[in-house]
């Protein structure tokens, strides 16, 4: 007997690449239809920069897919990573031809991974650094609502509720300038530019994370970060379970704090007022009737609003 547990009958996919890419409308239009005849959904990002792509469907679809675009000789290195699906973790199928993979709006001179990025560290070395007591501090890439209901302990939200704003938390991080840097995203397509940019802004010793914090938390459910990983789908937030150490159970930690009270919770809404749309914390109790507020004037304005 298999345990409902390890049956899930739907899997999500996600991958990326930086490489160069001559034809991403061709590619797009490839994929897109492939993805159809396969009941895909989700969302997959093409641009003469790379690919960046989660798409969830049922195992033997997902399957054929990965394997598809590993025949592709431009993605045959690329690392598909797994993770258990819903069935609806997205409303549809979308795959578009954009700019750039990750919205950052950075001068290529100052990102460009396929010359100059990073040096990867896998989890296991991670994992060394944590127990040696090595000396370095993590930066996290995520915007800072991610941040909010998990992240490695001692690590530091430079602030950002995109990633085009790094730019301007540059001043923030300037003390680390001469110190070990490793910068963590969920699954490390974020931090291949985001680390570019921060050797080629003058900090030294910078280090990325392989795979990401959802990487490493695969490999090391409990252990270093506190809290639940923030998703981009309708889950929200996924956790590995919870962690064990010599033989006892460690329970998950919730760091999450409901922006509006401040008891722990793992909820986020968007703020109702469109003007604001605030993505934030909210706890079940502070979410009030169909729409919750951010704040007073979020409120008040929005009912002075013409509906
Ligand atoms: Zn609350
Ligand atoms: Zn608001």
């Not at 290529?108 to 000396?135: K, S, V």
Request: charged fraction near 30%.
């Amino acid at each position: 007997m298999e345990s409902s547990r390890t049956t899930a009958p739907y899997k999500i996919l996600l991958f990326y690449k930086y490489v160069d890419i001559a034809d991403p409308d061709t590619l797009a239009d490839s994929l897109r239809t492939l993805a159809k005849e396969l009941n895909l959904t989700g969302r997959i990002l093409i641009a003469t920069e790379g690919i960046n792509g989660t798409v969830e469907g049922d195992v033997e679809s997902t399957k054929i897919f990965a394997q598809r675009l590993l025949e592709n000789p431009l993605f045959s290195d690329v690392c598909v990573k797994l993770s258990e699906g819903t069935g609806d973790a997205f409303p549809k199928l979308s795959v578009k031809v954009r700019n750039e993979i990750v919205g950052t709006r950075y001068p290529q001179e100052d990102a460009y991974p396929q010359m100059r990025t990073a040096p990867r560290i896998t989890a296991e070395e991670l994992r060394d650094w944590f127990e040696r007591g090595e000396e370095f501090e993590i930066v996290d890439m995520r915007n800072d609502y991610e941040f909010a209901s998990g992240h490695f302990k001692g690590s530091i939200d430079p602030g950002m509720q995109a990633s085009r704003d790094l730019p301007e938390k540059l001043p923030l991080l300037e003390p680390l300038k001469k110190k070990k840097v490793l910068t963590v995203c969920t699954g490390g397509i974020r931090c291949e530019k985001m680390s570019a940019y921060l050797l080629n802004n003058g900090f030294e010793d910078v280090y990325q994370l392989e795979d990401g914090i959802h990487g490493y938390m695969q490999k090391y459910p409990g252990k270093d970060f506190v809290g639940a990983l923030y998703t981009f789908d309708k889950r929200k937030t996924m956790h590995f379970g919870d962690g064990e150490e010599n033989g006892q159970k460690i329970e998950r930690e919730i760091v999450g704090t409901c922006y509006l009270c401040g008891d722990k919770t793992e909820e986020y809404v968007n703020c109702g007022n469109d003007y604001c749309h605030r993505h934030f914390l909210a706890c079940l109790n502070c979410q009030t009737g169909e729409r919750t507020f951010c704040s007073e004037l979020c409120m008040e304005t929005s009912s002075a609003l013409p509906q």
